[in-house]
């Protein structure tokens, strides 16, 4: 009901940016909290942001400050702007949407990843 694209990863030095697109598609009328997960290899996969209908944000300490999740609900896309990036900030991002209907609070929708991958 729902497709979730990433985009804007890649290959950058330490200290650098990236942002990262998420362009939702289908019955986005259905969607409520987005959020951006990380899965770096050998670990486990980890909430590192999320923003709710009325735009509140939650992000995990290790990113606080660094990191600003936004969303566009004109345009379906949700955002990650990512500054000050470090070597531990390598891993596969995935963007994620909760359906309104549903009565679970998990999430509904998952992208395909995209690799964020910092050089030192």
């Known amino acids: 009901q729902v497709q979730l694209v990433e985009s804007g990863g890649g290959l950058v030095q330490a200290g650098g940016s990236l942002r990262l697109s998420c362009a939702a598609s289908?019955?986005?009328?259905?969607?409520?909290?987005m959020g951006w997960f990380r899965q770096a290899a050998g670990k486990e996969r980890e909430l590192v942001a999320q923003i709710s209908r009325g735009e509140y944000t939650y992000y995990v300490d290790s990113v606080k400050g660094r990191f600003t999740i936004s969303r566009d609900n004109a345009k379906n896309t949700v955002y990650l702007q990512m500054n000050s990036l470090k070597p531990e900030d390598t891993a596969v991002y995935y963007c994620?949407?909760?359906?309104?209907?549903?009565?679970?609070?998990?999430?509904?929708?998952w992208g395909q990843g995209t690799q964020v991958t910092v050089s030192s």
């Open positions: 994620a949407a909760k359906d309104l209907s549903s009565r679970r609070n998990e999430y509904d929708y």
């Open positions: 289908g019955r986005t009328f259905s969607t409520g909290a």
